[in-house]
């Protein structure tokens, strides 16, 4: 079975940085993009981008371009999600989520997250 | 303010039926299939609904989804009390060249 399980609470400085992992079990990380979504507290869901394990690259919201990079290790199954410039508004819960594609009628593909990490809350504080 | 519009609230009895719409435009539900995601109070979401009416394996068929034009609904039928918690709407956007999610709708059982 499908697991995302992410790394531990942060604590961190208003210009600090912060880097999450999602380590992934039970399929070929190779085989599916992963995004990365956060939560402020009491808020909606927000997509901060994604991350092609098979060869690397990323596309990030354009709210987040030049403070976050995503990155991934294929030889433990894990992706990172770094952020820098830490403000006060980035306090939030980080969830990592695997992306499945579904070909409709007319062959034609939709995308939706089947899997999501546990979360890992991201505390920015002076 | 969220891409995707969705009631802040709802509400229901055991055992009624209760709807939540979920609002978009041309490049995002009018033109991509719409998935819906169950947040329990302090749990990651959970996919409920994908390609607009498609269930995963274990969701309970009190569940459905539909979708018309620029907007799209989640059904569920025979409340329950557990089925209290966030629900979330999300379709891929042509323009931003990424997911959008509605702002949550809140479920409360009575």
């Known amino acids: 079975q499908v697991h995302l399980v992410q790394s531990g609470a942060e604590v961190k400085k208003p210009g600090a940085s912060v880097k999450v992992s999602c380590k992934a079990s039970?399929?070929?990380?190779?085989?599916?993009?992963m995004h990365w979504v956060r939560q402020a507290p009491g808020q909606g869901l927000e997509w901060m981008g994604v991350?092609?394990?098979?060869?690397?690259?990323?596309t990030y919201a354009q709210k987040l371009q030049g403070r976050v990079t995503m990155t991934r290790d294929t030889s433990t199954s894990t992706v990172y999600m770094d952020l820098n410039s830490l403000k006060s508004e980035d306090t939030a819960m980080y969830y990592c989520?695997?992306?499945?594609?579904?070909?409709?009628?007319?062959?034609?593909?939709?995308?939706?997250?089947?899997?999501w990490g546990q979360g890992t809350l991201v505390t920015v504080s002076s | 303010q969220s891409v995707l519009t969705q009631p802040p609230s709802a509400s229901g009895t055991p055992g009624q039926r209760v709807t939540i719409s979920c609002s978009g435009t041309?490049?995002?539900?009018?033109?991509?299939?719409v998935s819906w995601y169950q947040q329990l109070p302090g749990t990651a979401p959970k996919l409920l609904i994908y390609?607009?009416?498609q269930r995963p394996s274990g969701v309970p068929d009190r569940f459905s989804g539909s979708k018309s034009g620029t907007s799209a609904s989640l059904a569920i039928s025979g409340l329950q009390s557990e089925d209290e918690a966030d629900y979330y709407c999300?379709?891929?956007?042509?323009?931003?060249?990424?997911?959008?999610f509605g702002g949550g709708t809140k479920l409360t059982v009575l």
């Open positions: 989520a695997r992306v499945a594609k579904y070909f409709d009628g007319n062959g034609y593909p939709h995308y939706h997250f089947d899997y």
């Open positions: 039970g399929y070929s990380l190779s085989t599916y993009y």
């Open positions: 041309s490049s995002n539900i009018g033109s991509d299939a």
């Open positions: 991350i092609y394990p098979s060869d690397g690259g990323a």
């Open positions: 999300a379709a891929w956007d042509d323009s931003l060249n990424g997911p959008v």
């Open positions: 390609s607009n009416y």
